[in-house]
Structures are given as structure tokens and as C-alpha cells.
């Protein structure tokens, strides 16, 4: 005999259920299938779809989903099909899995990439332009630079508030995941505690920071690599950054405003 699912946990615990099954591609309602299968054991679907108080058809459709997933599995009583929940521990076999195919996709990840370079169109010459706002698009330009080929950023920032923004503990991870790709970095900044902070670990960063005076402010910011310039800006709070992606502009930037800048500010 089957009864109707009392739930065992509170809102707060099923939000963090859902939200781990939700990577695992299952919806709120396999969520709750497989809550309720988990709470009435082996059952037909007619039974949990009764016990749930919804339509048969819509649960089984769920229910097929979550046997794919590995999260429900088929059994026999008799000639009866009854569906049953994986143990709990099976999460961890998944979650497994899910790693192993992260790490083929990082395998296969910089190939594929060089592939789809040979297909992309060569003509650089108009410049391409991308507008991100919000701290996601900063974040996604530090991700970028770590796709450098030519194994060099130019960075040229008021980096108290750039820090203030990412966090600190994020940025220093960044600068130890770029080292380990063997990235040289020149950073120009203003006085400031963070950039002390980043020269004291200069070597571990692969970095070398020069300051400008400390009358110099300003409320922007200058990431370039490759054929790339990364505009940014903290203006009141609201946060944008606009990509150019043209060799001649860059090479310009890099190899000239940036120099004329690095020659005229003072080693630490």
C-alpha cells in the first residue's frame, strides 16, 4: 500500500536538492519524483503519479528522464514494472561522471579550437567590437587573456577599484592560474595598498608593476593581448567593457601608448 509523500525536509533543503539535480539536467518536477519514489520505494507509476496527485502520463515522461540520468532504475514484481530510486549515494557515481566528461571536454578543448581558427576569416583589418556590462564581463575579459599566444598582457589600471570589484581573492587566483600558463605581464598602477600586495609576489605572478604618481587618478582600465584591447570602466558604480579586437589598434596601443606610459612610470 502506498501512501502520499509527507516531505522530510524543509524548503531550504529541497531548494539545495533541486539545485544540485538541476546540473544533472532534472527539472523541479524529477526533482520531486524522485523524492517521492525515494520516500514510498519500489512503485508503479500509476501509484506515485496517484500519490502525487498529478497526471500519469506527465510523471512517466519524468520518470523515464530520471532512469537516463540514473537517478530512478526499473525493477520486476512479477509481471508488475515498479520504478525505484537509486540509493543517495549514487550522486557521488554522477557526479564522477560528470567530471570525467569535463575532463575530455578540457581535453579536446584547445584542438578543436585550432580547427575553427582554420575556418575562421582571416580579414582583420575592421575592427570587431563587443559591449559587456556588469562584473561578469570583467571576469570574462581575465578568462580571455588567459588565451593569449603570444604569451603577454599589457595591463593598465586603477587597480584599488578593479580589486574592490572582482575581490581580491578572485584576481590573485587569476594571476596564479596566468603564471602557470607562463604568461608575462607588465602592470601599470597607481599607488595603492593591492599593488603592493601583487609586487610581493611578483615573481611567483610573472608579473613586473611600475607605479604612476600618486596626483594621477583616473576611474578606468586597460587590458590588451594579441590583437585585443579591453576597455573597461567603473564610472559610478556601473561596470562595462568593451572588447576591440584589431592588430593594427592593438599593436599601436602595446607597442606604443603603453610603452611611452611604462617608460615614464617608476619601478617598485
Same mark, same amino acid.
Given at each position: ?11 531550504? &533543503? ?16 524529477? *526533482?520531486?519524483?524522485?523524492?517521492? +519514489? ?7 507509476? =500509476?501509484? %506515485? ?9 506527465? *510523471? ?13 532504475? #526499473? ?10 530510486? #537509486? ?11 560528470? &567530471? ?13 579550437? =585550432? ?20 562584473? &561578469? ?15 603577454? *598582457? ?8 578593479? +580589486? ?33 600586495? *601583487? ?24 587590458? !590588451? ?5 579591453? %576597455?573597461? !570602466?567603473?564610472? &559610478? ?25 611604462? =617608460? ?5
Amino acid at each position: 500500500m502506498t501512501t502520499s509523500f509527507t516531505p522530510a525536509l524543509n524548503k531550504t &533543503e529541497r531548494q539545495r536538492v533541486a539545485s544540485l539535480f538541476a546540473q544533472f539536467g532534472c527539472s523541479d518536477r524529477a *526533482v520531486e519524483i524522485y523524492l517521492q +519514489s525515494l520516500s514510498m520505494g519500489p512503485a508503479s507509476v =500509476q501509484e %506515485i503519479a496517484r500519490a502525487m496527485k498529478q497526471n500519469r502520463v506527465t *510523471v512517466h515522461s519524468a520518470i523515464e528522464q530520471l532512469i537516463d540520468t540514473g537517478l530512478l532504475y #526499473e525493477t520486476r514484481k512479477g509481471k508488475r514494472r515498479l520504478i525505484a530510486a #537509486e540509493n543517495p549515494q549514487t550522486l557521488q557515481s554522477l557526479l564522477q561522471r560528470k &567530471e570525467n566528461e569535463l575532463a575530455m571536454m578540457k581535453t579536446n578543448m584547445d584542438y578543436v579550437a =585550432q580547427l575553427l581558427s582554420q575556418v575562421q576569416a582571416k580579414d582583420r583589418s575592421v575592427p570587431t567590437v563587443k559591449f559587456y556590462e556588469g562584473v &561578469e564581463g570583467f571576469q570574462g575579459m581575465l578568462e580571455d587573456s588567459l588565451t593569449t599566444k603570444k604569451g603577454e *598582457v599589457f595591463v593598465f589600471t586603477y587597480v584599488d577599484l578593479f +580589486s574592490k570589484v572582482l575581490g581580491p581573492e578572485y584576481l590573485e587566483n587569476y594571476f596564479v592560474r596566468r603564471a602557470k600558463k607562463k604568461i608575462r605581464t607588465r602592470l601599470i598602477f597607481p599607488p595603492c595598498a593591492f599593488a603592493n600586495r *601583487v609586487h610581493a609576489k611578483a615573481k611567483q605572478y610573472n608579473i613586473e608593476v611600475r607605479l604612476l604618481p600618486k596626483e594621477v587618478q583616473w576611474k578606468s582600465g586597460i587590458f !590588451s593581448w594579441d590583437e585585443t584591447i579591453a %576597455i573597461m !570602466s567603473y564610472t &559610478e558604480g556601473k561596470f562595462t567593457c568593451t572588447f576591440i579586437n584589431n592588430q593594427d589598434i592593438a599593436d599601436f596601443y602595446q607597442r606604443v601608448v603603453f610603452e611611452l606610459c611604462w =617608460q615614464q612610470a617608476e619601478a617598485m
